[in-house]
């Protein structure tokens, strides 16, 4: 998938960058002084989840409105989903002191709710990063209660079903239901939508207390470690007590 973005230039140009996939992007010229200038991803949970949604704007730009939708929902459930795998990444290494792989993260994957639309895989993540709901989050934290006030007709209504309703059910209208004849409204709507969800979720994982959590999870492998220890000597020492009864219970030859 190709990834346009573009920047503005201080003469009033702009650079057009352009990416495949996940490759870098390359350098790109003014269009208006001829200058190069040269593009990195930011620090983020999800460079692909921040990609989509630069697909989605180029694509809303391009006259592609349904593609545009389908696109931006891309984006949020990527950040989801690697929001969780970065939760069970620091499990992982509080036990093994290892990075995990692909291979481990596939099998993570299957805990993930497939299921539910928007709510419950924003619960299951919420809850797990910040122990409470998403909903919950929203009301609690300033930033994030900022950008969900923000949006249009989103007074008085639970944030997890307005993401529900406003975006992740036109996706399924396009993907499930074959309908794209979306508006450009609609399209506009969408890709504000996905960029608040998107932003509501870097907000939760800048709020998240990761070091403290990384201290806890080592602090149980190390309990874990020792009580498995103190088990196995327990074993040891029972054997090693047996072990006389046993003799004296066969007569020497």
Known sequence: MKI?????????????????????????????????????????????????LYRSEADLKNGEYSLSIVVGVMAVESFLTRLFLKLKGMENFAVTFEPANSAQEAEWEKEFPKSGGFPRPADFVSERLVGITFD???????????????????????PAQYFQDQLFNRRNRIAHWGYVNSSKAEAQLCHTVAVAAVSILREMDSATDWVGLAQRLAQAARAGVSEERERSREILDERQQAEPVERRGHSPR
Do not use: M, W
Request: glycine share 10%.
């Open 4 to 52: 346009p973005i573009e920047r503005p230039c201080e003469c009033g140009g702009t650079y057009a960058f352009s990416s495949d996939g996940d490759a870098d992007f390359g350098p790109a010229t003014c269009s208006r002084c001829g200058s190069t200038a040269h593009l990195i991803d930011p620090l983020s949970v999800s460079v692909t989840g921040e990609r989509l």
């Open 136 to 158: 919950e989050f929203v009301a609690t934290n300033k930033r994030a209660s900022t950008i969900f006030s923000n949006i249009q007709d989103s007074a008085g209504v639970s």
